[in-house]
């Protein structure tokens, strides 16, 4: 089976080429008004003139003749209630099975070359859980972005000079002469750590970062420098129109959507962050990039407009640039905080925290809420590994439904039905059947907490089933394992876009 097929996609589409409009299929929160709703006769009454019900009434009629619809019910002021037969539930069920874990993939319609910049934390101290979770978050962006069907590559971007670095290095050369670092410099056991080793500090700290990164499953195909863009701020400020005025040199930015102008050269002749910034969007877009995607904390969100504006300046649409803005996190402890702040040593990092409760369960909570969310997370909860734990409780479904296949012995999973459908299986297989809106829609949003909230709705379906009804010692057998198989397809699918494993047996 071809990527992009979506069931209710195509049975959208056939509804729609009898009402002549788009058509949104949504699932009633209560399966006695039918598998699947429309609102379209209520938004075709104005165009008709006629009263919805009627609309309904008339529609009703023809979509009941559609193949896989078994009756249509008229609802409320003229809703349309579809309900499907066995043999669609099995046709789109075998539809999973035959793209597996690419079920729902590729619905990119136009694919892009995307370069998303993530984490990019100054080289000054290991990653802290709250960088962690703008990788967490940038990572799952791009692995969405791939999964549709797009080109991507993830940068990181560090300043290797600059006053910050030299505050670090002067930090560290005083531990080595036995003295206490500068009073706003850097503290904490691992700057005792560096002091140990002779040499430039920095090259140490960015392989240990890079080696925590890749811990998380986070990796890197390119890593950008301060001193390398700052080259070719001249080149980039000749790109864009600029003025003189109170004796700087300020970007016309206003003319592009910005709030006001911005300063690029300071009256002294120093070049600003945002002169740097041009640089570095000419550069990247000059690598032949269609979309550029930057994860900044909530600190950055005067960059939206001028980022925009510098892409426009540059001759590129301001859409071809995203700045995507994500919250804080808080950890509890016992019912307390846990302080963050790399220049102290009370930070939590992300190395001890994941020893504490693993790679899985971390990308789980720092991906369990929306961006524009902060995230508190409890640690006991966190760490411990049962079903209270919602990762592992995902994860539970795909290692039981391992166990089922592998205790099959050879027997073959066919998803055509065999005797009519249990309610549990019904809402299983309209469960698994969403994926690839879910998908569409946590893409196009740019939010990948979508996909572990369809998780645990999954597996809270699946567990239903399975609690009510045997599978290897049924007359349903075939049915049953195909059930299975694509289930733990579509959970190992939403794990692998969270960076989460699907472990076979737990």
Known sequence: MREGVDPIRALEAAVAGLTGVPVELERPADSRHGDYATN??????????????????????????????????????????????????GSGLGAVLDAGRRFGAGSAETPERVQVELVSANPTGPITV??????????????LLEFAGNEVEREYYYNDAGTQMDLFRASVDAIRLGEEPPADGYQGDYMADLAREPGDPVPRMLEQIEADLERFRIHFDSFERQSVVEAEIPAALEAIETFEAEGALWA????????????????????????????YIRRKFARGFDRLV???????????????????????????????????????????????SKRRGDVVFLDDFIDE??????????????????????????????????????????????????????????????????????????????????????????????????????????????????????????????????????????????????????
């Open 252 to 279: 016309k930015t206003t003319a592009h959507g910005d709030d006001r102008d911005r300063v690029v050269v300071r009256s002294d002749g120093t070049p600003t962050y945002f002169a740097a910034d041009a640089a």
């Open 130 to 143: 709250a960088a962690a979770r703008n990788g967490a978050y940038g990572d799952a962006v791009a692995r």
């Open 357 to 506: 409760i693993g790679v899985d369960a971390a990308r789980w909570y720092l991906l369990s809420r929306g961006h524009d969310q902060t995230i508190e997370i409890d640690v006991d909860l966190a760490a411990e590994r049962s079903q209270k734990n919602p990762v592992y409780y995902v994860q539970y479904a795909h290692a039981r439904v391992a166990g089922i296949r592998r205790n099959a012995e050879g027997r073959e999973p066919d998803a055509r039905p065999s005797q009519p459908l249990a309610p549990e299986e019904r809402e299983l297989v309209k469960r698994l059947l969403e994926l690839p809106g879910v998908v569409r829609e946590a893409t196009e949003r740019r939010g990948p907490h979508a996909l572990s909230a369809y998780a645990m709705r999954v597996a809270d379906d699946f567990h239903r089933f399975y609690h009510h009804h045997r599978v290897l010692e049924s007359e349903a057998v075939s049915f049953r394992l195909a059930l299975c198989a694509a289930t733990q397809a579509v959970v190992a699918t939403c794990l692998d876009l969270l960076g989460v494993e699907a472990p076979d047996r737990m």
């Open 294 to 340: 930057y994860v900044l904390g909530a600190d950055h969100h005067g960059y939206v407009g001028r980022l925009a504006a510098l892409a426009e300046m540059l001759g590129h649409p301001r859409e071809a640039v995203e700045v995507l803005i994500y919250q804080l996190v808080h950890l509890t402890r016992g019912g307390e905080a846990a302080a963050m």
């Open 40 to 89: 379209v006769a209520l938004r075709l009454a104005g165009q008709r003139r006629q009263p919805p019900r009627e609309v309904a009434d008339d529609l009703s009629a023809h979509v009941a003749q559609l193949d896989g619809v078994a009756a249509v019910e008229v609802a409320g002021p003229g809703f349309l209630n579809l309900t499907v037969d066995d043999a669609w539930l």
